[in-house]
């Protein structure tokens, strides 16, 4: 794009100009033809669909991935007045812990960026200060200050690792502002963050902006922040295909690739708006039955032993160094829901509230202290919860903790060689993978695949087994528009065939537009 | 009281060089029975005897048959195959040399299953030692966690797609068998990403650096740290006398 031209007062902090950017061992460039300028105290979105490259460019703007050793840039980069020209032989080096100091760069897994030796969020938040030598004093004050901006004050004493997905993410952006870095690049920094977070966020990038921080969100949904950006740049397939203020781009329409979607706006569904929102005339008959689902004033806490499957995770996450407050705390007070055949059910609340621990229970890999968990009417208590898998299919919500096997076909086959005949299991894996979209990626590495498809390939391993339970953790999350409307396909095919769905979500507006129920997790109890 | 790491580490450090020195088989028991009994107070003794085990059961089988089968000062015949002899005087000396060797891995055990390694890693780096090092230190404690978290993940990952874990050793070593190319890969695709984090966050670094954890070290552990190493270079010094007055 070559947004504003070079002024006095508003240089670009950091200038790029990629003609081409190469993967080692790939033949076609994954950016070309991309110009960015970006000056201080300006908001700039990037967005473009799962996939167009979006990633690639903001590790490479972020040091993140430097041109030599992750890859072959044809172009230059400039920061800070001093221009790098690469592809013409003898490339510079990028010192990613110099660059680092005036780019901060959060990535979209948040995970990523712990140091994973900090026992606390203060210490982690610190980790970057600490190597730069300041003061204790001067450290402390910056770790309290950058907590109390992001919310995350309560938990400064708290173990990283036991932070919930939308907590994880705040401390990363934590993480990348804390030494106050004069350009902020931050991958699909809203997903999964709550409404207040989201809010919260907003006011953040604006008081940063405010303060002469060059922000960049790369996104592929129209997070309503992004309205107030300055600039719009749209990426597909690597090349900007158009920018401009977000005005133009929108009045403009067809400006936006399709893969862009609205926030919290489902895709066009087979169903429309009004039907959802009143579908409980498409359930199906005979809801006096036994339920699909049924939790019985289900209890929850980490920290009482011995509940979790087989009685360790608990013990784990109470030695990972949570604080004895946390440790006791109940998660879930007295859950009762149920959830008939063929209804789908939205589980919404804020960060944190315990709705991923929630639905950890219905398939038995989490077991209440309290209170029963029954699928089709048969309590699981005592089942594996390898067992009660056949039964319910769980969506994780990081779809990397949910794929380890070396290709999507072999992923989405696990475990189907135990439940039907090799033929049939061989037809439900590759007619799970054509329902997600990712019939042509079935020799595709997992950790290859861009962020949605990697969540609709961890939903292909849950749909090919057909379960009578569908319980999905936030699987919006890093979905393009294109993802977004095969999960909404996928997800009302079952409930359409009969599977009770449960799904968690912070995305009040997509709940609302998928869900015949919506239930609200806030404080461990469940209300509406 | 909190021990500093420090006076752990020294307190470790010097029990398995005094018991090494010392070369006797009462002080080497009541060393392991301390150790055990210590581990078995702070709550570590789930781990720590696996470990141990895993460490000890090898040498020690292979101290027996070195010593109690091919010792040739070894003259009280118990029993004897062609060239293998076993003897009194070797079964006794494979005994001591295992007790000596199980008093130094235990105590080193109950070391790194006790210790705070932020507290660990914030003193070393505090003392001049390279980030790096602490860092790899650091990674080196937490990798069995880091190991057991991500393997649990998967297995929750393949239990929720039917596999079925049942309770019991050989369930579990059956189910591994599942679970370790998976654990192997990602762990190798973590560090990819983790390197570009911590470059960009100044890990490498060449300069000073500071830290945030401030571990206190009262004047009485200082104390007792420079006892300890005293104590440990008297063993050796005492052990290094009689050794020669005994030549």
Request: aromatic share 4%; charged share 15%.
């Amino acid at each position: 794009m070559s947004a504003a031209p070079h002024s006095t007062e508003s240089l670009p902090v950091l200038s790029a100009g990629i003609r081409s950017f190469t993967y080692h061992g790939d033949g076609l460039p994954v950016l070309e033809g991309i110009d960015l300028d970006l000056a201080p105290g300006t908001l700039t979105a990037v967005l473009g669909a799962s996939g167009s490259g979006k990633s690639t460019l903001g590790r490479l703007l972020s040091g993140w991935l430097p041109p030599g050793t992750g890859g072959t840039l044809r172009g230059f980069l400039e920061l800070a007045g001093t221009r790098l020209e690469f592809g013409a032989g003898g490339d510079p080096r990028i010192n990613p812990a110099e660059w680092g100091r005036h780019v901060g760069f959060v990535p979209q897994d948040p995970a990523a960026v712990l140091s994973t030796v900090r026992a606390t969020v203060a210490e982690e938040l610190a980790f970057g200060l600490e190597n730069a030598a300041v003061e204790p004093q001067a450290m402390k004050a910056a770790a309290e200050h950058t907590a109390a901006l992001l919310g995350l004050t309560e938990f400064l004493e708290r173990d990283p690792g036991s932070l919930s997905g939308g907590q994880m993410r705040r401390l990363a952006i934590g993480c990348a502002i804390i030494a106050g870095p004069r350009v902020l690049i931050m991958d699909e920094p809203f997903a999964s963050l709550d409404t207040a977070g989201t809010a919260g966020l907003a006011r953040l990038l604006q008081g940063l902006v405010r303060l002469g921080t060059a922000v960049v969100v790369l996104s592929q949904v129209v997070d309503a922040p992004l309205l107030a950006a300055g600039t719009w740049v749209v990426l597909e397939n690597g090349s900007v295909t158009g920018s401009g203020t977000p005005a133009g781009l929108q009045a403009g329409s067809g400006l936006l690739p399709p893969g862009i979607r609205a926030s919290g706006g489902a895709p066009a569904p087979a169903v429309d708006h009004a039907g959802a929102a009143h579908a409980d005339r498409l359930l199906p008959r005979g809801g006096a039955g036994v339920p699909a689902l049924e939790l019985r004033g289900v209890c929850f806490g980490y920290g009482t032993r011995g509940n979790a499957a087989n009685g360790r995770t608990t013990w784990r996450r109470i030695r990972g160094g949570s604080t004895a407050a946390h440790a006791s705390a109940q998660v879930l007070q007295g859950i009762s829901l149920r959830v008939r055949r063929g209804e789908i059910v939205a589980v919404t609340g804020p960060n944190g509230a315990g709705k991923s621990t929630l639905l950890r229970h219905v398939n038995g890999l989490l077991r209440p202290t309290a209170g029963r968990v029954l699928v089709n009417g048969r309590d699981i208590a005592g089942e594996p919860a390898g067992e009660a898998a056949r039964s319910v299919g769980l969506l994780f919500q990081q779809p990397r903790d949910q794929l380890f096997e070396r290709t999507a076909l072999r992923e989405v086959r696990f475990g189907l060689d135990r439940l039907f005949h090799p033929d049939e299991a061989a037809g439900r894996a590759l007619e799970a993978l054509s329902a997600v979209g990712l019939a042509g990626a079935s020799d595709a590495h997992p950790a290859e695949l861009p962020a949605s498809g990697q969540r609709l390939l961890a939903l292909a391993t849950v749909l090919a087994r057909k379960p009578a339970v569908l319980a999905l953790d936030e699987p919006t999350v890093a979905m393009d528009g294109g993802g977004l409307a095969l999960l909404d396909a996928a997800v009302r095919s079952a409930a359409g065939e009969g599977a009770a769905v449960v799904l968690v979500t912070h995305d009040l507006d997509y709940a609302r537009a998928v869900a015949h129920r919506v239930v609200t997790l806030d404080g461990g109890r469940l209300d509406g | 009281m909190r021990l500093h790491p420090l006076t752990s580490l020294a307190a470790a450090g010097s029990t398995a060089v005094i018991t090494t020195a010392a070369a006797s088989l009462p002080l080497s028991l009541a060393v392991m029975g301390a150790a055990v009994a210590l581990s078995a107070r702070s709550g570590t003794a789930r781990r720590l005897l696996p470990a141990a085990a895993a460490v000890l059961l090898p040498l020690g089988l292979s101290l027996l048959v070195m010593h109690g089968l091919f010792f040739p000062e070894g003259r009280t015949v118990l029993a004897q195959w062609g060239m293998a002899r076993v003897t009194a005087e070797g079964l006794a000396f494979a005994l001591e040399r295992a007790a000596q060797l199980g008093a130094v891995v235990l105590a080193l055990l109950v070391f790194s299953f006790s210790v705070s390694v932020p507290d660990l890693v914030a003193v070393l780096s505090s003392r001049g030692l390279h980030g790096r090092f602490a860092f790899v230190l650091a990674s080196t404690l937490t990798l069995l966690p880091a190991i057991t978290s991500r393997v649990e993940r998967i297995r929750q990952a393949q239990e929720s797609r039917g596999l079925v874990v049942r309770r019991g050793l050989l369930h579990r070593a059956a189910a591994f068998r599942l679970q370790a190319v998976p654990l192997v890969l990602s762990l190798i695709e973590d560090a990819g990403t983790r390197t570009a984090a911590l470059e960009a966050r100044g890990f490498s670094n060449p300069g000073p650096r500071t830290s945030y954890r401030a571990v206190p070290d009262p004047r009485g552990q200082r104390v007792l740290r420079a006892a300890l190493l005293a104590a440990a270079a008297a063993a050796v010094a005492a052990r290094l006398l009689l050794t020669q007055a005994g030549s």
